[in-house]
C-alpha cells in the first residue's frame, strides 16, 4: 500500500475536519487511532475475489461543498433519487458536506431525531456516542474499517423512540463528484421498542469517471418489538470503488427488512451483516445485483442467530451482462442454543454473455439441533429455448432478453413495498441496457 | 384478394444432431384453407412444425421455405413471426416475471412501428373478449408467462397468442394432447373464429378427433418424415376409423417412423 495518498490520511488534515465540524474530542481520537493502524491492518478477506489491486486508499477524503437551498438546485440525475420532494424528509451530502436537509417538525416534536451525523453529535452527543461505541463494526476488523473510521466524512443520524410509528420514509442521498472525490457516510439508525421506521439511503456518483470512493459505513440498531426497513441503491461510476459495511443489531421480536440495490459499475464490496442477539428477532434481506461493462463485484450477506425462535430470510438475484463478474455469498450462521430458529436463504446469478461470471456461495452453518434452515443457490445462462419461445411471437433478441431478466429480478423487486423504489430501481436498470 | 397469405415449403430436409429428420416436405397453404397433418408418432409431424419457426436446434439441410415469396429460412426467429407466421407450441416455456399481458403486449408492439403501439385501453379489451371466448379467468393475464399453468391452460394460452397477434399462417402443434373434450371445443372455437381468407392454418396431429371440431380443407398424412398421402377431410375419417396401416400396405412401408431409416 504505497499508493496512501497524503492529502487524506494525515494527521492534520483529519484534524482540521474534525475541528471543522466540531467533532467532540473522544471521537477526534477515535479517527486518529484508527490512522495510525491502517497501514498495519490487513484488506478483509474475501471468497473468491482478489482485491489487492484495487484502489481503497487514493482519494480526497474532504472535499468541501456550498450548502444548496432546495433539492431543485441539484444536478438532475441525482435528485432523481429523491421522491415526493415537497414533503421528504431527506439529507443529501455531497463529497464531505451535508448540503441540505429537510425533516417535518411535526415529527421532531415526537422526540424523532433525523439530521446529519456532525449536526447530531452536536446536539444529541451522548446519545450518538453511547451507540457509536457499541458497534458492531470494529476499526481494527480490516484495513477498510479503519480508512472509514479515521476518515469518514459525513453521514446520519435517525434515532426514533419509543413506540413512534413512522409511516413516511427518511431518505438520504450521499454524492460524489469531481476529481478523487470521495463519500465515506457513517449512518446510524437507532430505533426504541415498538418504533417502527423506514430509511433509505443512495450512494451515486457522477458517471463522468473521476470519483474515486465509497467507503460506507451503516449501524442499526433494532429495538424490542420495533419494525425497521433500510433500502441502500448503490449506483457509482466504474472507475470507483465502492465499499458499504452494514452491521444491524435486533433485539427481542424486533424485524428489520434490507433491500439492497448493487448497481454500481465499478468494484464492489458489499457485505450485510446482521446480528439477532436476542430471542424472536426476524431479519428479511432482499438482493438486487445487476453487473455490467468490467464490474467486479463480491455481495455477502451474513445473518448470526443467537436468540431463540429467531428466523432470516435472504434473496438475493444478480444478472452479470457483458464481462461483469459477481460472486455472491450468503452465509447463515446458527448458534448454539439458539433453538427453533430457522434460517432460509436463495441466491441465483443469471449471466447473459460468455465473458460474464457468477458464482453462488451458500453457507449454512449450524451449531444447534433443534432448528431448521434451507438453501437454494443456482448459476445459470439463459435458457436458449425461452428465448426461442419468446422471439416466436415477434420479440427482437434485445427484448426478449430483457424481459427474461426483469422476470428474473422480478422475483425480489415485486416484494420492495415502496413503489417510488420499484420505479427507480427500474429506470437505473433500464439505464445499464441504453448505454 | 391480394393479400391472401401463402406459405409454400419445397423439398424441405432437416435435421437434427446430424440426423435427418425430414427428408423432402413439400406443401403450400394459402390464406382461407386449413390443411391438417396427421400420423403415427415419431414421424417428423412436430420436426416440421419446429423447422419452420426455427427453432435453434433444427438445422434445415436442403429445400425452401417462402412465406408471401419471403424466404423464412432465411429470418431470425423474430422475424419470422413478425413476417405473419405463428407457431402454437407442444411445450411452450414457462418464463418467471413476465406476466401474460405485460408479454403480449410487447409481442404485438413488437410488429408495429414505434409511435403506434397498441393503446393500453384497446389491448385490454381485446384480450377480455378473447379470454372470454376462451374460456379463461382474467386472472390469468396476470399471472407468469405459462408458470404452473396446466397443459390445458398452456394450450389455450397458446390459442389466445394467437388469437392477439392474429398471424397469416398458424401452424397448431398438437395442440389437441392432453385436452378435454370441453377444452377441445373451447379452442377449435378460437380457431374457428381466425378462419377467412387472410388466414391459413396447418394443424398437426395425432387423432382425428380435434379435426371433428375444425373442419380441415386438405388431410396430409406424414410418414417417414414426408407427405406420404393426401386428400380431403373423408381420408382423415377413414384414419380414424381403420388406423394408419391401410395406408403402409398400400404404399409398402414397413416402418413409418424416421427412426430405422438412419
Redesign the interface.
Known amino acids: 500500500m504505497n499508493m496512501v495518498n497524503q492529502t487524506s490520511m494525515d494527521d492534520k488534515r483529519v484534524t482540521q475536519y474534525a475541528q471543522s465540524r466540531q467533532e467532540p474530542k473522544w471521537l477526534l481520537e477515535k479517527r486518529l487511532d484508527a490512522l495510525s493502524q491502517i497501514e498495519e491492518l490487513a484488506l478483509p478477506q474475501l471468497e473468491k475475489t482478489n482485491i489487492n489491486n484495487w484502489n481503497f486508499t487514493k482519494f480526497d477524503a474532504f472535499k468541501e461543498e456550498e450548502a444548496i437551498t432546495a433539492l431543485q438546485e441539484l444536478p438532475s440525475e441525482f435528485s432523481a433519487f429523491v421522491f415526493d420532494q415537497e414533503t421528504a424528509n431527506v439529507v443529501v451530502q455531497k463529497n464531505a458536506s451535508s448540503v441540505f436537509q429537510q425533516f417535518d417538525p411535526q415529527i421532531a416534536d415526537k422526540g424523532v431525531i433525523f439530521s446529519d451525523l456532525h449536526t447530531a453529535l452536536r446536539e444529541h452527543e451522548e446519545l450518538v456516542k453511547s451507540y457509536m461505541m457499541s458497534s458492531k463494526m470494529k476499526r481494527d476488523e480490516h484495513k477498510l474499517a479503519a480508512i472509514h473510521q479515521a476518515l469518514f466524512n459525513g453521514g446520519v443520524f435517525l434515532y426514533v423512540p419509543k413506540n413512534v410509528e413512522l409511516t413516511i420514509p427518511f431518505q438520504s442521498l450521499f454524492y460524489g463528484q469531481g476529481k478523487d472525490a470521495a463519500i465515506l457516510p457513517y449512518i446510524m439508525i437507532v430505533t426504541e421498542e415498538n418504533a417502527r421506521v423506514e430509511f433509505i439511503a443512495n450512494f451515486v456518483a457522477d458517471k463522468s469517471d473521476e470519483v474515486a470512493m465509497h467507503n460506507g459505513m451503516i449501524d442499526v440498531f433494532v429495538g424490542s418489538n420495533a419494525n425497521v426497513r433500510v433500502s441502500t441503491m448503490n449506483n457509482l461510476n466504474q472507475t470507483a470503488v465502492d465499499v458499504l459495511y452494514r452491521r444491524s443489531y435486533v433485539g427481542r421480536d424486533g424485524q428489520l427488512e434490507w433491500i439492497t440495490s448493487e448497481l454500481s459499475d465499478g468494484r464492489i464490496i458489499s457485505d450485510n451483516t446482521t446480528h439477532l442477539v436476542e430471542d424472536g428477532g426476524t431479519v428479511n434481506v432482499k438482493a438486487v445485483i445487476l453487473g455490467a461493462g468490467e464490474t467486479r463485484s463480491n455481495i455477502t450477506t451474513n445473518i448470526r442467530h443467537w436468540g431463540k425462535h429467531t428466523n432470516s430470510d435472504i434473496h438475493a438475484r444478480s444478472v452479470m451482462k457483458d464481462a461483469a463478474t459477481n460472486i455472491l455469498n450468503s452465509i447463515t450462521k446458527i448458534e448454539k442454543d439458539a433453538s427453533k430458529s430457522d434460517g432460509q436463504q436463495t441466491g441465483k446469478v443469471l449471466m447473459l454473455n460468455p465473458k460474464a461470471r457468477g458464482d453462488a456461495n451458500p453457507i449454512l452453518l449450524i451449531d444447534e439441533n433443534d432448528v431448521t434452515a434451507g438453501h437454494a443457490a443456482s448459476v445459470g445462462r439463459v435458457?436458449?429455448?425461452?428465448m426461442?419461445?419468446?422471439?416466436?411471437?415477434?420479440?427482437?433478441?434485445e427484448?426478449?432478453e430483457k424481459?427474461?431478466i426483469?422476470?428474473?429480478?422480478?422475483?425480489v423487486i415485486?416484494d420492495i413495498p415502496s413503489e417510488a423504489l420499484q420505479k427507480r430501481i427500474h429506470e437505473v436498470i433500464e439505464g445499464k441496457f441504453q448505454s | 384478394m391480394a393479400n391472401k397469405p401463402n406459405l409454400k415449403i419445397k423439398d424441405l430436409h432437416v435435421a437434427i444432431d446430424e440426423k435427418e429428420i425430414l427428408k423432402g416436405v413439400n406443401l403450400e397453404i394459402n390464406g382461407g384453407e386449413i390443411h391438417a397433418i396427421m400420423g403415427p408418432n415419431g414421424t417428423g409431424k412436430s420436426t416440421l412444425a419446429s423447422a419452420l419457426m426455427g427453432h435453434p436446434r433444427y438445422e434445415v439441410s436442403k429445400g425452401e421455405a417462402l412465406l408471401d415469396q419471403a424466404d423464412l429460412l432465411d429470418m431470425d426467429v423474430d422475424e419470422r413471426a413478425r413476417a405473419g407466421l405463428f407457431l402454437a407450441m407442444q411445450y411452450p416455456s414457462e418464463v418467471s416475471g413476465v406476466t401474460n399481458s405485460d408479454f403480449l403486449r410487447s409481442a404485438i408492439n413488437a410488429k408495429r412501428d414505434e409511435g403506434n403501439e397498441i393503446s393500453l385501453m384497446k389491448f385490454i379489451r381485446e384480450m377480455d373478449k378473447k379470454m372470454e371466448l376462451l374460456e379463461m379467468d382474467e386472472k390469468f393475464a396476470t399471472r407468469y408467462l405459462n408458470e404452473g399453468f396446466s397443459g390445458g391452460e398452456k394450450k389455450r394460452n397458446e390459442i389466445l397468442q394467437l388469437m392477439m397477434l392474429n398471424p397469416r399462417i398458424a401452424i397448431l402443434d398438437e395442440i389437441d394432447s392432453g385436452l378435454d373434450i370441453d377444452a377441445l371445443k373451447v379452442v377449435a372455437a378460437g380457431v374457428n373464429a381466425m378462419r377467412g381468407d387472410e388466414f391459413g392454418a396447418l394443424i398437426i396431429t395425432h387423432y382425428q378427433r380435434l379435426l371433428n371440431y375444425i373442419k380441415p380443407d386438405f388431410v396430409h398424412v406424414f410418414m417417414q418424415g414426408r407427405i406420404v398421402k393426401s386428400g380431403g377431410p373423408e381420408l382423415a375419417e377413414r384414419l380414424e376409423a381403420e388406423g394408419y396401416d391401410w395406408v403402409k400396405e398400400e404404399l409398402g412401408i414397413e416402418d413409418e417412423t424416421v427412426g430405422q431409416q438412419g
Open positions: 435458457d436458449p429455448l425461452q426461442y419461445y419468446l422471439m416466436s411471437r415477434g420479440v427482437s433478441k427484448q426478449a424481459l427474461i426483469y422476470g428474473f429480478l422480478d422475483a415485486s
